[in-house]
């Protein structure tokens, strides 16, 4: 992006620029300073009818968190960047060589994947101890199905195209539906009696082992997290963008540690939530937050474009709203 004097954003950080760190779990390090705002100006890019204008927005994913912070200002908006999970393998990764001993051995029939991270992974745990090659034609030797485009990509790179495919918001409820369709259509693809291998969630009724490869943790750095939670709760936050379920599990976890889970709740309730789709606004709405919106498609890009065509309006009627007492 090109600096200029016609727009701002707005960078959390401690001690630098936020750091770029590698979802979603669609069911289921501590420490830092004190972070301070850094003022910097980008050129606006967008018509004022069509864009955040000037709304300050934030963006708490991590491992696309310079992509997204990009988009925001691209749509005119101010980003509040503050990355709120990373990426860890497990210790131990038995469940996955077990799934690998187990699918190189003929004993599945079908394997879902639902994560692209959790695929490539899951590749190179598997490559720790047998041949490459060996795993892939395991593959193909089964029924693969993919819960989403992420997954579906990860495989087409060693040569796999999934059977089935769960189609958009690409949730379980989705996959399941997919399933079931599938089966009917062709008794081979059926889940009855199916020895089935799932990247880290289950199916019901069928045999099955779940091999997760990799989980989410918080961020090393937290300055940045602390300073815009305390922002949300100073209702300095006019828009909140989630892509996933994660970032608002880490959200409230951190919030809590500051004694301020009712003041953010209170400063998301007064500016507009953006879920990225189904699975992430379920768990918004556990931590007692309702999304506003959600994309007509499940793609950061879609996201970020649809909240700023809406988000001046939303948030007009709901602070209207709070103010009248509705």
Request: glycine share 8%.
């Amino acid at each position: 992006m090109e600096e200029d004097d016609s727009g701002a954003v707005e960078t959390l950080q401690s001690g630098g620029h936020p750091k770029s760190v590698t979802g979603n779990y669609p069911m289921a390090d501590r420490g830092g300073s004190v972070a301070c705002l850094r003022l910097k100006r980008f050129r606006a890019t967008m018509d004022s009818m069509n864009s955040f204008d000037g709304l300050r927005v934030l963006a708490l994913e991590s491992r696309r968190a310079a992509e997204l912070a990009k988009l925001i200002t691209t749509y005119g908006g101010q980003p509040i960047v503050a990355p709120s999970m990373r990426e860890v393998p497990l210790e131990s990764n038995t469940e996955a060589l077990a799934f690998a001993r187990a699918l190189l051995a003929g004993e599945f029939d079908m394997v879902i994947f639902l994560t692209g991270v959790g695929t490539r992974a899951l590749l190179s745990v598997v490559e720790t101890a047998h041949k490459r090659d060996e795993y892939i034609e395991a593959l193909q030797r089964v029924k693969v199905v993919a819960r989403g485009p992420k997954p579906v990509a990860a495989l087409r790179e060693i040569g796999i195209t999934p059977a089935i495919t769960a189609p958009e918001p690409n949730t379980w409820h989705e996959l399941l539906g997919a399933l079931d369709d599938a089966g009917k259509a062709s008794p081979e693809l059926s889940l009855r009696g199916a020895r089935l291998a799932v990247q880290e969630y289950g199916v019901s009724n069928s045999e099955l082992l779940a091999g997760p490869v990799y989980q989410w943790a918080l961020p090393q750095d937290l300055a940045p997290l602390r300073a815009a939670i305390a922002a949300i709760a100073e209702g300095t936050v006019d828009v909140a963008l989630f892509t996933t379920a994660v970032q608002a599990v880490h959200l409230f976890q951190v919030a809590a540690e500051m004694k301020l889970e009712e003041p953010v709740r209170s400063g998301l309730a007064r500016a507009i939530v953006a879920s990225i789709g189904p699975t992430t606004s379920e768990e918004l709405q556990r931590r007692g937050i309702r999304a506003d919106l959600e994309p007509s498609h499940p793609k950061m890009g879609y996201l970020v474009k649809e909240a700023s065509e809406q988000a001046e309006e939303l948030l007009r009627r709901k602070r209207q709203a709070i103010a009248s007492g509705g």
